[in-house]
């Protein structure tokens, strides 16, 4: 990449150089060879260096004067033409020198060089985004500078501004490039040992399947995230052996599924995203005939959600373009509207659900539903994070964020996985179970527990890691006990356990630790302090211990 820049500059500026390497030449040449007098009068020829030195600084207009001595009037003559003719060589070279400072090839050239070196000198593992939108800045939000960096191509220049003016730190290196070109992909490190994966969260299947093909192919070893919206490309990705495809629509479906028919496993889901662990009386859904709004991919993967939960629906075909074309308005509710909200017998149905593409729509669909029926529950989608206050205002029961989900589902695959081993399986559970952990979390660890992830390795438990080495056997409740005092259990629940490829789904006490064991632990703040503080400090892990020996 120097090199290019070296070749950009040596070509725009060889002309200039040329025409100041001439004049400079033509003006030493006459000097020393027009003879001058000395200071006692006497004939001299200058030398080539003191020709070369005054032409330099007479050319440069810096002028120290007549040297080595004072000149005569045939010196002076050509010394008068040298003035004007190295001038004009000068003039040549400047505004040729502005111009490459303007030339949008060097700018391109020293751009890809800067992002190049920064990428290098990244140290962390990192995640190649590709498209800088809402979606991709949240995850930068919540990922950058923890445990992995994050590197940015997008094609959009204004774009790449944006993210420069969030000024992330650390600083997130990006890059213009078509992220569905190898040479660039190749640019933005894909092929660094440190380079984690490659996340693609376009609308367009076709443009994410492009992008996991060329990943591949780069580089086996990466993960490679992936947007689908559809059945068919989730099993095309699939049938690509991509793992981690996130398709934000079937994930709406299978929340509505279980929030109708299994409500406590729905509430452990939401709580892993940050719902409070309560189920309130707004987050029930409500039981009897529904009405959804729009047919497109969020709307059918809704109806599946339906379908398979056995309820009562009816799904109103909705063309947003269409109806904005037909009556030049983003408004809904007009005398055909209302008639056809009545159509659909809104009075008599518990729950409607706007799910077009469009979001004012949705909001005065919903609006007009509650005129009709006050007491019709509302879920609506949001299609941009821009206008989620708006949103909320209105009192909506339930907003389905499409970029938020899919940002929210990315970030707990990469940051969180046991969260998402965990979602999986619960789901497996009925909810009679998932009623009882919620009792028994609420219990044990308080009415708003958080849920941590820590592996038995020396960067996260160092103390426990020694005595696992050691061959010392240590089980799960061992950690339990309370370094202030042994005899006094800690405010955790083990939800979750991993080992290797094998998942223990709250895992029995008495179970003995491995090292490379990954943990999902519920608790507090102060709890969870403890817990780390015993796991990593010899002399507090060797006293929690010792209740278990005395025993």
Same mark, same amino acid.
């Given at each position: 990449?120097?090199?290019?820049?070296?070749?950009?500059?040596?070509?725009?500026?060889?002309?200039?150089?040329?025409?100041?390497?001439?004049?400079?030449?033509?003006?030493?040449?006459?000097?020393?060879?027009?003879?001058?007098?000395?200071?006692?009068?006497?004939?001299?020829?200058?030398?080539?260096?003191?020709?070369?030195?005054?032409?330099?600084?007479?050319?440069?207009?810096?002028?120290?004067?007549?040297?080595?001595?004072?000149?005569?009037?045939?010196? /002076?003559?050509?010394?008068?033409?040298?003035?004007?003719?190295?001038?004009?060589?000068?003039?040549?070279?400047?505004? $040729?020198?502005?111009?490459?400072?303007?030339?949008?090839?060097?700018?391109?050239? *020293?751009? +890809?060089?800067?992002?190049?070196?920064?990428?290098?000198?990244?140290?962390?593992?990192?995640?190649?985004?590709?498209?800088?939108?809402?979606?991709?800045?949240?995850?930068?939000? /919540?990922?950058?500078?923890?445990?992995?960096?994050?590197?940015?191509?997008?094609?959009?220049?204004?774009?790449?501004?944006?993210?420069?003016?969030?000024?992330?730190?650390?600083?997130?290196?990006?890059?213009?490039?078509?992220?569905?070109?190898?040479?660039?992909?190749?640019? #933005?490190?894909?092929?660094?040992?440190?380079? #984690?994966?490659?996340?693609?969260?376009?609308?367009?299947?076709?443009?994410?399947? !492009?992008?996991?093909?060329?990943?591949?192919?780069?580089?086996?070893?990466?993960?490679?995230?992936?947007?689908?919206?559809?059945?068919?490309?989730?099993?095309?990705?699939?049938?690509?052996?991509?793992?981690?495809?996130?398709?934000? &629509?079937?994930?709406?479906? !299978?929340?509505?599924?279980?929030?109708?028919? $299994?409500?406590?496993?729905?509430?452990?889901?939401?709580?892993?995203?940050?719902?409070?662990?309560?189920?309130?009386?707004?987050?029930?859904?409500?039981?009897?005939?529904?009405?959804?709004?729009?047919?497109?991919?969020?709307?059918? $993967?809704?109806?599946?959600?339906?379908?398979?939960?056995?309820?009562?629906?009816?799904?109103?075909? &909705?063309?947003?373009?269409?109806?904005?074309?037909?009556?030049?308005?983003?408004?809904?509710?007009?005398?055909?509207?209302?008639?056809?909200?009545?159509?659909?017998?809104?009075?008599?149905?518990?729950?409607?659900? $706007?799910?077009?593409?469009?979001?004012?729509?949705?909001?005065?669909?919903?609006? +007009?539903?509650?005129?009709?029926?006050?007491?019709?529950?509302?879920?609506?989608?949001?299609?941009?994070?821009?206008? *989620?206050?708006?949103?909320?205002?209105?009192?909506?029961?339930?907003?389905?964020?499409?970029? /938020?989900?899919?940002?929210?589902?990315?970030?707990?695959?990469?940051?969180?996985?046991?969260?998402?081993?965990?979602?999986?399986? #619960?789901?497996? !559970?009925?909810?009679?179970? #998932?009623?009882?952990?919620?009792?028994?979390?609420?219990?044990?660890?308080?009415?708003?527990?958080?849920?941590?992830?820590?592996?038995?390795?020396?960067?996260?438990?160092?103390?426990?890691? +020694?005595? *696992?080495?050691?061959?010392?056997?240590?089980?799960?409740?061992?950690?339990?006990?309370?370094?202030?005092?042994?005899?006094?259990?800690?405010?955790?629940?083990?939800?979750?356990?991993?080992?290797?490829?094998?998942?223990?789904?709250?895992?029995?006490?008495?179970?003995?630790?491995?090292?490379?064991?990954?943990?999902?632990?519920?608790?507090?703040?102060?709890?969870?302090?403890?817990?780390?503080?015993?796991?990593?400090?010899?002399?507090?892990?060797?006293?929690?211990?010792?209740?278990?020996?005395?025993?």
């Amino acid at each position: 990449m120097n090199e290019q820049i070296i070749w950009i500059i040596l070509k725009r500026l060889r002309t200039p150089f040329l025409v100041i390497i001439v004049t400079f030449a033509i003006s030493i040449l006459g000097l020393v060879l027009i003879p001058g007098t000395d200071g006692n009068g006497n004939p001299y020829q200058m030398t080539f260096f003191d020709a070369f030195y005054f032409v330099t600084y007479m050319a440069s207009t810096i002028g120290f004067g007549e040297a080595p001595y004072t000149f005569n009037y045939e010196q /002076r003559m050509w010394v008068s033409f040298a003035i004007y003719f190295t001038v004009i060589g000068w003039f040549y070279g400047i505004g $040729a020198i502005v111009s490459l400072i303007q030339d949008d090839a060097l700018r391109k050239a *020293l751009s +890809r060089n800067s992002f190049l070196n920064q990428v290098k000198r990244i140290n962390q593992p990192f995640y190649i985004i590709l498209g800088y939108n809402g979606i991709t800045k949240s995850i930068i939000d /919540r990922l950058n500078g923890k445990d992995y960096r994050i590197v940015v191509l997008e094609k959009d220049e204004e774009k790449i501004d944006e993210l420069i003016l969030e000024n992330f730190y650390p600083n997130v290196p990006a890059f213009v490039g078509d992220a569905t070109n190898q040479k660039m992909l190749k640019i #933005a490190g894909i092929h660094q040992k440190n380079c #984690a994966g490659i996340i693609s969260l376009f609308g367009d299947d076709m443009v994410n399947s !492009k992008i996991a093909t060329i990943s591949q192919l780069l580089n086996k070893k990466i993960d490679i995230i992936v947007k689908a919206t559809s059945k068919q490309q989730v099993e095309h990705f699939k049938s690509m052996n991509l793992k981690h495809v996130k398709n934000p &629509f079937d994930i709406i479906s !299978k929340r509505i599924y279980y929030g109708i028919t $299994a409500p406590h496993i729905w509430l452990l889901e939401m709580w892993m995203y940050g719902h409070v662990l309560k189920l309130k009386n707004r987050d029930k859904f409500p039981k009897g005939r529904y009405i959804i709004y729009g047919n497109g991919r969020l709307g059918t $993967a809704i109806e599946e959600g339906l379908k398979k939960a056995g309820v009562e629906y009816v799904i109103q075909d &909705f063309d947003t373009k269409k109806y904005i074309k037909r009556k030049n308005t983003t408004i809904f509710g007009d005398e055909e509207d209302m008639a056809s909200l009545e159509k659909l017998q809104v009075k008599e149905s518990v729950c409607i659900i $706007a799910a077009t593409q469009n979001d004012l729509i949705n909001l005065t669909i919903i609006n +007009r539903a509650k005129q009709l029926n006050p007491d019709i529950s509302t879920m609506a989608r949001e299609n941009s994070l821009d206008d *989620l206050n708006i949103f909320q205002a209105s009192k909506i029961n339930k907003i389905y964020v499409v970029e /938020r989900i899919l940002a929210d589902a990315t970030y707990n695959y990469i940051a969180r996985p046991l969260a998402d081993l965990f979602i999986m399986e #619960a789901r497996k !559970k009925d909810d009679t179970w #998932a009623e009882v952990i919620i009792n028994m979390l609420h219990n044990i660890t308080g009415k708003n527990p958080t849920y941590f992830e820590t592996k038995i390795d020396d960067a996260h438990a160092y103390a426990l890691t +020694r005595k *696992l080495s050691e061959g010392e056997q240590i089980t799960l409740s061992n950690l339990r006990r309370s370094r202030e005092n042994r005899e006094e259990l800690l405010h955790i629940v083990y939800l979750l356990l991993k080992r290797g490829e094998e998942i223990y789904l709250m895992p029995n006490g008495s179970m003995p630790l491995q090292l490379g064991d990954e943990l999902l632990i519920v608790s507090d703040e102060e709890n969870y302090d403890d817990f780390e503080y015993i796991v990593n400090n010899i002399y507090e892990l060797e006293y929690v211990l010792g209740f278990s020996a005395n025993s």
